[in-house]
């Protein structure tokens, strides 16, 4: 018998672990799968998929509706509430063929040019736009005519009545009588950068239309007796901006550059004065209030109330730590305080919703103020609290209808329902005195809800993650289903293999706080297999970002998964959807909120040991990029690849209000900090860093400046500069496949199939799920 040498049997020892890794991951990020993988790409997968979402178009003055089906094809289907009764909306074949006569271009039945049409002479015909004009298409003989008179001129706003036109002109706000043609000139001291009635443009806009002198729809506010109007004068001389250099722009060969307004963190803000014209006398009436600051782009918005002798708007300090509801008198301009509310670190402008009552008579305020997102009842005469009307350790995340003579509520909420994802949503209805609560949806499911204009009828869509959902028409008196709308059908994605993705739940890092998650695994999952796992990741405090529904199915996780992988999301402390205090644990604290996804991400492991955690890679855009950095700056023992796409590195780098608000002001040590830029020197994996040049929302600043830190600190990394990109990868083809690449590479320790390229979608804009 042969003996083996002590040298080569360590030899033997090495090449164990490295053939078992090897075998592990055989039949993983192959060119196979990656042909798979594209076949889950959103607008691949959505076709094996008839899914129930109906967004009802209720008909003025009636309890009827009509709603798109769409899945490969387009129907237009008509809901007659009180009958009980759904029928198609018209003969969608005589349409298309008296369409295609009159226009002189073939149609069919389930591809007609329009998305949205109204009903008119009493149902008796339909007007759509298509085509860049409007059409009138009787339904008794099906015969379509193109609708005359002149064009709409662009960049106007209509008065209700639509006899007044207001615009902007060299930075002036005129009016247009529509009958006459009459223009009347209502400023004449506006000028560049100091301009009445015009937003603060996005970059976004100004390399759409190839100059800084964008072209945008005046905002203007009409009241609805259309006889006077509410606007505002920009003063953004002296706030910040930066500079985006368009490096491939169609029309030329040299790049272009693009300067806008863009206010970072503690400097000086733009500032909107409030102006009310009395359209008849041209009479200016100044707003008696201080210039609002505006911590980002746009505008401020007011809403007039149906009286047309007053409006309102919702004013927030610097900072949001005091948001106050400002009623107007739209006759001498005097305002007053109708509401107040502030505290220590933030009124988050995303919770703080408001619904007027009996034209301003009584309003209902949402606040996290007693620890859990809740209604409360003021009366809009005094201001004084009136009652709280939802009380309890859950959220109320929205309110769906007002019945204001039989005093109820109709709001969604989630975490009410025992042994139910908190994050799941149900219609409940309430007395203004807070009495009668009432489920009005009991389906264990997420449920999306829209109101009949009366309130007597709503549309419910819902479902899970793990369960496919339907559309149903109920009545809102008790919830009750009138029918089933439609059903979601799976059945064609199933036969592929696919599992739904699997939620999860478990404990954030302080062992007690429930935390939940969803995985998805690739459809040909072998569970004698080991996987990699790979965190799609966003943590930004304005919202949740784990899907609580069906259409979970074409999220881009599982195309990522079928490479070889295991893909989860996490909600952390930190975001919204639970209580004050899981919200408010990221206030400034942004780059703290990882430690909880470690932890998650730990407890599936050990439920389920496919998963090597070994391997653990994550990517995430914007604040997703920030984040997909920085936990592989602050767990490199457990995050070892990232891709971060777009990525706002450091605060003091980035956009005044979201920071300020989420980050603290007055600005603070946590800025410098919690900076990637700061910690750069902390990366021990392997990174790719994605920016376009033309991005809109975070300036590529932000990724040079990373780039640089890492480069000071010597550290090995990988980047991407993309030209006329946007904000975030969207659907560029080429740099999905750069991150499959990226995580096959590197996690899965195999060669990405040579020349390997993802088919574009090719589906028309208005074609597309949303």
Known sequence: METIAPHFKARLLLLVPILLA???TYGQGTREDYVRAEKFLPWNVRHLVSEADVT??????????WYRKENTSAEFWLVDADRNTREPAFDHAKLATALSAAIGKGFTATKLPFESFEFTQKGAAIRFGAEGSRWTCTLSVYQCAREGGPAPR???????????????????LYVRDVSTGEVVQLTHDGEKSWDYATPLPSSRLMVEQGTEDVRERPDVFWSPDSSKLVTYRIDSRHAGRF??????PPDQLRPKAYTYVYPLPGEVLSKAEPIIFDVQSGKRIEVQTDALELEFLGGPEFEWFKDSKRFHYLFHARGYKQVVLREVDAGSGQERAVVEESSE?????????VEMINDGAEVLWASERDGWNHLYLYNGKTGQLENQVTKG?????????????ARLVYFVAGGKEPNEDPYQTHLYRVKFDGSGLKLLTPDNANHTVRASPDGAYFVDNYSRPDLPGQSVLRRASDGAVVQVLEKTDAGVLMKTGWKPPEPFHGKAADGTTDVYGLIWRPSNFDATKKYPVVEQVYTGPQFFFVPKSFAAFRAPEQSVAELGFIVVMVDGRGTTGRSREFHEYSYRNLGGAFDDHVALIKQMGAQYPTMDLSRVGIYGTSAGAYGAAHAMLVHPEFYKVGIAISGDHDARLDKAWWNELYQGYPM???????SNVTLAAKLTGHLLLVHGDVDDNVNPVETMRFADALMKANKNFDMLFVPNMFHGEGRNTYLMLRRWDYFVQYLLGVVPPADFAIKPDETPERGRNR
Do not use: C
Request: without cysteine.
């Open 345 to 353: 670190k933030y009124v988050d402008p995303g919770e703080n919703y």
């Open 243 to 248: 500079t985006t250099l368009q490096f491939v």
């Open 668 to 674: 603070g040590e946590d800025y410098v900090t919690q």
């Open 22 to 24: 090897s075998l592990a």
């Open 154 to 172: 662009p960049n106007e706003v209509a008065s209700p009545d639509g006899k007044w036109m207001a615009f902007v002109d060299h930075y002036n």
């Open 56 to 65: 009802p178009h209720w008909i003025e003055g009636s309890h009827r509706f």
């Open 393 to 405: 350790p859950w959220v109320a995340r929205g309110i769906t209808h007002v019945d204001e003579k």
